[in-house]
């Protein structure tokens, strides 16, 4: 079931003497991109649960939200002395579209939820940082050590054609953590996030060598116009907050370089 936050004025915010559930909002991040526009928050826990708008039809709760999409793009006012890019990326959407053979509702949304994606990465990888700054000032020069890097937008060709010549390809968010054996690999696309396991010697082939692994976890997306919230697909792990997840994700990286090393060892040993 999906979390949900409350709107109005209430929160701790204004009331810090005031206790209030971590489930009201451990799910839900503050800068969203719905957030960031014009889009109605007085939506029930019923309602919520069927799309956001109450007890209506799939293709009528579609079009609700459609028109929410496009009254959040439309209420992003350009930059001073940026009208020009405003416009560019205004005509190059429609472009997009028009290529595509899809409406531009559909492309304004595409582009909130990989706003969205883009933002809850940041955020899962900024907590990642920060346990492995921690660790590493034990684990620091040792086979346990970990870095980390955030690659942001990543093309990658998926299928060739019989001349090699790029015939399909397809762009993910990517982040990974890494030690000497194993990377953890974050990888967003769409309305989702996929969390890998892979040796490092394999990573560098990117979805190529991830097809060959099943996702360690993943994370489903979903923004409406009371926000954007996310849970986790298959209920595994069994996780409130980002915090915890961070956590689980960190400790079997960290679970198995240690196999990976004890392997090396009775290798070296035999």
Not at 107 to 126: A, F, N, P, Q, V
Not at 138 to 145: F, I, K
């Amino acid at each position: 079931m999906w979390d949900k936050k409350k709107g109005g004025s209430g929160g701790s915010s204004k009331d810090p003497g005031k206790s209030r559930d971590p489930k009201e909002t451990r799910k839900f991040l503050d800068n969203h991109p719905a957030r960031q526009g014009a889009l109605p928050r007085s939506v029930d826990r019923q309602g919520f649960e069927n799309g956001g708008f109450g007890d209506v039809s799939p293709d009528e709760r579609e079009a609700a939200l459609s028109q929410q999409i496009l009254v959040y793009h439309e209420s992003q006012t350009a930059e001073t002395g940026n009208d020009w890019m405003y416009k560019l990326k205004e005509d190059s959407m429609q472009y997009l579209a028009e290529k595509r053979g899809i409406n531009l509702q559909q492309i304004y949304r595409e582009s909130i939820y990989k706003k969205g994606i883009e933002t809850l990465i940041d955020k899962i990888y900024g907590l990642l940082q920060r346990y492995q700054f921690e660790f590493n000032q034990v684990a620091g020069g040792t086979e346990l050590h970990v870095s980390g890097t955030i690659s942001g937008d990543v093309t990658e060709v998926t299928r060739f054609n019989k001349l090699r010549e790029a015939e399909e390809t397809k762009t993910y968010f990517r982040a990974r953590m890494s030690t000497r054996s194993h990377s953890l690999v974050l990888r967003g696309k769409d309305d989702c996030i996929d969390f890998y396991l892979i040796p490092v010697n394999k990573v560098m082939a990117l979805s190529k060598s991830e097809v060959d692994y099943r996702p360690l976890t993943r994370i489903q997306v979903k923004i409406s116009e009371l926000g954007m919230m996310w849970r986790m697909a298959d209920g595994n792990p069994a996780v409130d907050s980002l915090d915890e997840l961070c956590m689980w994700l960190f400790s079997a990286l960290i679970q198995v370089t240690k196999e990976a090393a004890g392997k090396e060892e009775g290798s070296a040993a035999g």
